[in-house]
């Protein structure tokens, strides 16, 4: 579900028609819908209400204020990955203690401003880093909540670049080490081990991997009971996948009714890490028809965006669906999509099947609230691009487009080359 329709052939955003917004703020632009976000982030709450979990929204697939405002509003907690996100999130009002804090490379930097700010937990991801906590804890002369992010060893099916929950991957503490930890935890005398945590991977279209990810941390937490120790929470991280092209992916309800019983028998406190699950239809990529172009084997459409606005074509090779603002009827043809930007990788799409097009056609490139924006750079000396965010007949700038200047910002030519 989203808010994203044609009405009398033309697209809207909730009850804006988007070719208004492209008037005022030009291409390219992002445009997030107000009521799509609430919409799937009320879907997860009402799910899983039996437990009331704390969902944390994972801000790294959509770090922009009017999202995170619109969320912290619903009664969100978040779930960060650097200190950079800590900062913006606080600014959009959230509450640390709904804030949990997953890194592989958390810096003492980054764990001792977010330990000033009372975050609710540190998902502890190896060893070292415990005992890192631990240090810049007794300096500070404080005790810290960690829970330990467990590495359940599962595969799931989604694309190589996004699984972390096996042994091949980065992420967590494998079993092994994490019960050595826990048969040690007074060595740790600023830390309280307060909880568990697994996240597996992203764009999960399948209940099982969760199932079996979640039944390894439930194990392992029955384990540790039997010893004597108590934990507070459980963490079942996010990744819930969504609709790209014709997935069928499971509903937060068939989750809940997946998961529910187990997450109920072990009377912890549950938090989940949804974003792509939010954010991810929530918004659209708008961007402009430069030229067609017909080489004799292939027709190439040239548009204004490119892999530096909206890079996850180019960096997992995922879809996105492609409409025109303006509804076209007629023949389709077979073409690739491609950006401005001096890469064989900028392209939106490849062997497409789209309408005749022509210059300055606007388009949509679909499901670009997760991961999109976020991932965008200067690549080319091209600026962000701005976004405006609806809500009902509303919408504003959320952010403006970068300028040139802005672009220099901070940089300069030594004095010893003038
Ligand atoms: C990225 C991430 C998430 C969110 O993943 P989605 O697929 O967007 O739901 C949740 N938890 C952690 C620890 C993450 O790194």
Redesign the pocket.
């Known amino acids: 579900m989203h808010d994203f329709k044609y009405k009398n052939n033309h697209l809207y955003c909730e009850s804006v028609k988007i070719e208004s917004i492209v008037k005022k703020i030009g291409t390219p632009c992002y445009v997030y819908s107000h009521n799509t976000l609430v919409d799937h982030f009320t879907k997860i709450k009402k799910a899983f209400k039996d437990i009331d979990p704390l969902v944390c929204f994972?801000m790294?697939?959509n770090d922009n204020l009017a999202v995170l405002r619109t969320l912290v509003k619903q009664g969100a907690g978040f779930?960060i990955?650097s200190v950079g996100e800590l900062k913006k999130v606080l600014i959009a009002g959230a509450d640390p203690q709904k804030i949990v804090f997953?890194s592989v490379g958390k810096t003492e930097d980054e764990i001792t401003y977010a330990m000033k700010k009372g975050i609710l937990l540190f998902?502890v991801e190896s060893l070292p880093e415990l005992d890192e906590i631990n240090r810049i804890a007794k300096k500070r002369k404080r005790k810290v909540k960690v829970a330990l992010r467990i590495n359940p060893d599962v595969e799931a099916p989604t694309y190589s670049q996004v699984v972390t929950g096996t042994l091949k991957n980065k992420f967590g503490i494998d079993l092994k080490t994490a019960q050595k930890i826990m048969n040690m935890t007074k060595k740790y005398t600023h830390i309280v081990f307060s909880g568990l945590h697994v996240?597996i991977g992203?764009?999960i279209t399948e209940g099982e991997p969760f199932v079996k990810a979640i039944r390894r941390v439930i194990e392992f937490q029955k384990k540790l009971a039997k010893d004597g120790i108590e934990l507070e929470y459980l963490d079942i991280?996010?990744?819930?996948g969504i609709i790209y092209k014709d997935e069928k992916p499971q509903t937060a309800k068939d989750f809940a009714k997946n998961v529910l019983p187990l997450l109920k028998k072990t009377g912890l406190k549950i938090i989940m890490?949804?974003?792509?699950?939010i954010s991810g239809n929530a918004g659209i990529f708008v961007t402009k028809v430069l030229y067609v172009k017909d080489n004799g084997v292939k027709k190439f459409l040239i548009v204004d965006g490119g892999m530096n606005d909206l890079m996850r074509p180019t960096l997992y090779g995922s879809y996105h669906e492609i409409v025109p603002l303006k509804k076209r009827t007629g023949r389709k043809v077979k073409m690739d999509v491609v950006g401005p930007i001096c890469e064989s990788g900028d392209y939106f799409a490849k062997d497409r099947m789209l309408p005749s097009l022509k210059k300055d056609d606007l388009l949509a490139l679909m499901s670009a609230g997760?991961y999109c924006s976020v991932m965008s750079s200067n690549y080319n000396m091209r600026g962000h691009v701005p976004i405006a965010f609806v809500k009902g007949n509303k919408f504003e700038l959320s952010r403006k487009r970068q300028t040139f200047e802005e672009l220099l910002d901070g940089e300069r030519i030594p004095k010893f080359l003038k």
Not at 237 to 240: D, V
């Open positions: 994972a790294k697939s779930d990955v997953a998902n996240h992203s764009q991280g996010g990744g819930l890490e949804p974003g792509r699950f997760a």
